[in-house]
């Protein structure tokens, strides 16, 4: 059996501090067969956060330019590294590449002597905007995550914007590089994700703070599509278990083992909720708060599109809706093999709109 090491990057982020913060509670670390602290390894980019993760965590940090293949390379086999979570960029491939194939390396230095299948992993993290109206994905019925056909589905979408197509394609990259260096790989997508960071860096998620940060720009919370599309949601610690119920699939391998490659795709959500349903959600406590004035939703104009832009990285009216709408009929099944069960329902999302902004504006 092979000893595992693995390395979770985005560890000052969102969701890998949660998600380090999990993996690492005593309970946890003991549920995961053959992992110890000692074989946990967080990507960090300073001094400090190699403090906090070594003080907060117990685990070994390690600083290496994930664009530069030789240092890749150089930290992913000195350290044996045979697990890695990416969890940083979903739209450029070049990192990936050159961690699949560090990882390839390491495998092979692992299976000179016996054939070992399951011995290197890959998890790259997407978003669900990659299986969705914005990319051509289908969207007249549920997308499940466990299709079949779904890597061809994949390939295949081509949507509006040149950037959201790169990362279409480099969930395709990630999953072919694997198969040519013999490493097992998996595109995790989150959705929206909501509720509060447990890391020791960024505390708050994307796509509730694009609406608030929208609001606050426009005066209002606006819709942005036509007609009521919906949008998969999960709560912050249903997102992580199911980072963690991969990694112990990955562990015990053999039949526990999960699906991988062309059939490694693993939506993480609870189901759907309506825009508009958000919008009124936020924009009534947004309001209540005196952030914004009235609650009322009303369709958003050329120039109130132009202002949430301006809020949303500068970004140009007609890109506003992929960051605060579309549609997106991803479902998620394949992580019930696994026996991933979201604990809050989508509908959770609403009830928790109050607190969601009250975070949110605390740590903006
Ligand atoms: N949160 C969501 O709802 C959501 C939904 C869908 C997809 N995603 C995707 O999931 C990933 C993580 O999301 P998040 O919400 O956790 O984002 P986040 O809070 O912004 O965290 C990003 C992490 O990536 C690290 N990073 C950025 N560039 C790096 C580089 N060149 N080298 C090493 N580390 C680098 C950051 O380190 P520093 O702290 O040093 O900058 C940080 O730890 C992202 O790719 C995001 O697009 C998130």
């Known amino acids: 059996m092979v000893q595992h090491n693995v390395l979770i990057t985005g560890g000052s982020g ?159 990259t990630v999953i072919e590089e694997g198969e040519k260096h013999g490493v097992r790989t998996y595109i995790f997508t989150p959705c929206i994700v909501y509720g509060k960071g447990e890391g020791f860096g960024n505390k708050i998620s994307i796509q509730t703070v694009d609406i608030v940060k929208a609001a606050k720009a426009a005066g209002g919370v606006f819709k942005v599509n036509n007609g009521k599309p919906s949008w998969p949601v999960c709560h912050i610690e249903d997102n992580t278990s199911l980072y963690i119920d991969l990694l112990k699939g990955i562990l015990q391998g053999g039949e526990s083992s999960p699906d991988h490659g062309r059939n490694g795709f693993y939506l993480a959500a609870s189901g759907n909720v309506a825009w508009d349903d958000l919008y009124e959600a936020m924009a009534k406590t947004l309001a209540k708060r005196g952030v914004i004035k009235y609650s009322t939703i009303v369709q958003a104009d050329q120039t109130t599109l132009e202002k949430m832009g301006a809020a949303l990285d500068g970004a140009p009216a007609e890109f506003v809706s992929v960051y605060v709408g579309g549609l997106c009929t991803f479902t998620a099944e394949h992580g019930k093999k696994l026996g991933w069960k979201p604990e809050f329902v989508p509908e959770h999302i609403l009830e928790a709109a109050d607190e969601e902004v009250d975070w949110i504006l605390k740590h903006l």
């Open 14 to 172: 969102y969701l890998g501090g949660t998600l380090l913060n999990r993996l690492t509670e005593p309970s946890l670390t003991n549920t995961l067969p053959g992992l110890s602290k000692g074989n946990i390894y967080a990507l960090v980019r300073n001094e400090s956060q190699a403090e906090a993760v070594r003080s907060l965590y117990g685990v070994t940090p390690l600083t290496f330019d994930i664009n530069d293949a030789n240092a890749v390379r150089d930290a992913i086999v000195s350290n044996k590294i045979t697990v890695v979570y990416f969890l940083v960029d979903p739209v450029r491939s070049d990192a990936q590449v050159h961690f699949i194939r560090a990882l390839g390396e390491v495998r092979h230095s692992l299976t000179a002597q016996r054939d070992c299948v399951d011995a290197v992993h890959f998890l790259h993290t997407t978003g669900a905007k990659m299986f969705s109206s914005h990319t051509g994905a289908p969207t007249d019925r549920p997308l499940l995550d466990n299709d079949p056909g779904l890597f061809e589905i994949h390939r295949a979408q081509r949507g509006k914007h040149p950037v959201l197509n790169q990362a279409v394609q480099t969930n395709i």
